[in-house]
């Protein structure tokens, strides 16, 4: 059987477990993760404040009216409990919360928006956008920011196991600087272009989300600069290696793909 | 010290095509073009390296010669384009 309590009691109780005790009554307590409905832009700086204790963020601007909204909704809804503890969800409908919509310049509908607990500020900072239904993009990007729910780093016992943990998850593998949607220099988005062009399908890593892989990654690969593409483990090159092979028709057959 | 020496001096295109000249791994070096896009700040190249001892290594193997000639000034340039051929 499980129990509901308000959500502050859950925060208290969280804020006990941290202290080291632990109530009898836990035991009977499951935290539920559900899509949070925002209905004001204080309810939706509250979810923002509660997702900067080392949470990820997904906020899915939607409509009634809007057909690929439902879609979307569903793939995410398919997500909470995969992701319970590690990434909150939040839908907000465009029509009835404009101000919301105001604050994160958000024109259009379907829109996902991705937050990451930034690591320098302990503040949930903006890190990639899927405009549209795009479920491949949704899906890449949940992935790619959020892991599988259970690989943080802490369940490695040594950066170097990490590092080989991640370089080696399959498919195409790009450690980049920002997102495909954000991408924070030149070299990042003009390979993710490549990518799009060639129909190339692959997850990220942005390590400016963590200076422990950033530099450690390139002493493990031997390799100086960012970005960096894997596959099955093993270092292709960067954005000069993948143009350079895309111009010679073997990037698609390098990549395996 | 990694300040003072980034503050101190300027890389320059004859500085990394010096290097690259003088790298061993590298030999037989059939050419080598180094252009400062930059506006001569120092700190942007792009690179071309044309040399034998690439025949028959994978891309990444060859930009990992160069890496390594130049281990010395990577750290101190903002960034860096690379193209390696064979001939």
């Known amino acids: 059987m499980v129990f509901f309590f308000p959500s502050f009691f859950f925060h208290n109780h969280d804020r006990e477990l941290s202290c080291g005790k632990v109530s009898k009554a836990f035991i009977y307590i499951k935290k539920i993760h559900k899509m949070r409905r925002v209905s004001s832009l204080k309810e939706y700086n509250s979810l923002k404040e509660e997702a900067g204790n080392g949470l990820g963020l997904v906020v899915h601007f939607s409509a009634s009216w809007c057909e690929p909204c439902k879609n979307v909704g569903s793939m995410l809804e398919g997500y909470l409990s995969q992701y319970n503890q590690k990434v909150l969800f939040a839908e907000v409908d465009a029509d009835l919360v404009t101000n919301v919509c105001e604050a994160e310049n958000v024109e259009c509908v379907p829109f996902i928006v991705f937050f990451r607990t930034s690591s320098r500020e302990r503040a949930q900072e903006r890190v990639a956008d899927v405009v549209g239904g795009k479920l491949d993009h949704l899906e890449m990007n949940l992935v790619s920011l959020y892991g599988n729910g259970h690989d943080t780093r802490e369940s490695f016992p040594d950066l170097n196991e990490y590092l080989k943990y991640l370089t080696s998850r399959k498919g195409v593998v790009a450690f980049i600087t920002g997102t495909p949607s954000r991408p924070r220099c030149g070299f990042t988005g003009r390979l993710v272009e490549i990518f799009y062009e060639l129909g190339i399908k692959f997850i990220y890593y942005d390590v400016w989300a963590s200076d422990e892989v950033c530099e450690g990654l390139k002493k493990y690969s031997e390799w100086p600069t960012y970005p960096q593409v894997y596959v099955d483990g093993e270092l292709i090159g960067g954005y000069d290696i993948c143009s350079q092979l895309k111009e010679s028709g073997e990037l698609k057959a390098i990549l395996k793909h | ?87």
């Open chain 2, 1 to 87: 010290m990694l300040r003072a020496s980034r503050l101190w001096k300027t890389i320059r295109a004859a500085d990394i095509e010096a290097k690259i000249r003088a790298s061993d791994i590298l030999q037989p070096l059939q050419d080598v073009k180094v252009v400062d896009a930059s506006g001569g700040c120092g700190s942007f190249f792009n690179i071309t390296v044309v040399s034998h001892a690439f025949r028959g290594k994978p891309l990444v193997q060859q930009h990992r010669l160069v890496n390594e000639a130049l281990k010395g000034e990577i750290p101190l340039i903002h960034g860096f384009s690379l193209t390696t051929k064979v001939e």
